[in-house]
């Protein structure tokens, strides 16, 4: 069975950067496609970023648009977050998951295997 697991997360200023990895043991990753979501406290899972398993379909949710990157290594069996420009509405646990079929990438419901989630805070 894969697991997923989040690292990378931390506590940054305004403006700066951190890059998130999300790793799979067990099994490897593909196919299956990827998708990284944030949930800051008191509001729902939102949808961040989405990479298809071949790296052929990427989508980002607006708010991230410009500043973030979302890539994957299959060999590593590791996606990777880079998340530049970092604001405090950003702050938030940071989820990856992987399903094998992805019609809608916004969707939770959409994946089938969720890691456990990274902290990222941005302070002013």
């Known amino acids: 069975q894969v697991q997923l697991q989040e690292s990378g997360g931390g506590q940054v200023q305004a403006g700066g950067s951190l890059r998130l990895s999300c790793a799979a043991s067990?099994?490897?990753?593909?196919?299956?496609?990827t998708g990284w979501f944030r949930q800051a406290p008191e509001k729902d899972r939102e949808f961040v970023a989405f990479?298809?398993?071949?790296?052929?379909?990427?989508y980002y949710a607006d708010s991230v648009k410009g500043r973030f990157t979302i890539s994957r290594d299959n060999a590593k069996n590791t996606v990777y977050l880079q998340m530049n420009s970092l604001k405090p509405e950003d702050t938030g646990l940071y989820y990856c998951?992987?399903?094998?079929?992805?019609?809608?990438?916004?969707?939770?419901?959409?994946?089938?295997?969720w890691g456990r989630g990274t902290q990222v805070t941005v302070s002013d």
């Open positions: 998951a992987t399903g094998n079929i992805v019609p809608e990438p916004q969707r939770t419901d959409e994946y089938d295997r």
């Open positions: 067990g099994r490897t990753f593909g196919p299956s496609h």
């Open positions: 990479i298809s398993w071949k790296g052929i379909n990427i």
